[in-house]
Nanobody
Framework: QVQLVESGGGLVQAGGSLRLSCAAS????????MGWFRQAPGKEREFVAS????????YYLDSVKGRFTISRDNAKNTLYLQMNSLKPEDTAVYYC?????????????????WGQGTQVTVSS
């Protein structure tokens, strides 16, 4: 059974930073791509960032490019999302997920295990 546990969310002022972590267990972490998604109230879950199995390739939602950085530490079975220059529109529950692929992928149907989510709130 794969378990993903996010942490690091919270309340921050616009322009601030947060670092999300996702601890994985139950599967060989380094075999699969990973991703971050988010869901704001009343909106559908949207892709934020993906990283390939080795950490050498990343892909981002246009609106977070240059502000967010996805990374992974395969030795620690942990995925990260560094979020800088946060905006109120980044407010959402953020989820990490494991992909069924080794390469980056954006569609949620390609992700098979999900964490419980962590709330990020950015005040203006």
């Amino acid at each position: 059974q794969v378990q993903l546990v996010e942490s690091g969310g919270g309340l921050v002022q616009a322009g601030g930073s947060l670092r999300l972590s996702c601890a994985a267990s139950g599967r060989t972490f380094s075999n699969n791509a990973m991703g971050w998604f988010r869901q704001a109230p009343g909106k559908e879950r949207e892709f934020v960032a993906s990283i390939n199995w080795s950490g050498t390739t990343t892909y981002y939602l246009d609106s977070v490019k240059g502000r967010f950085t996805i990374s992974r530490d395969n030795a620690k079975n942990t995925l990260y999302l560094q979020m800088n220059s946060l905006k109120p529109e980044d407010t959402a529950v953020y989820y990490c997920a494991t992909a069924t692929t080794r390469g980056v992928i954006t569609g949620p149907r390609w992700y098979d295990y999900w964490g419980q989510g962590t709330q990020v709130t950015v005040s203006s």
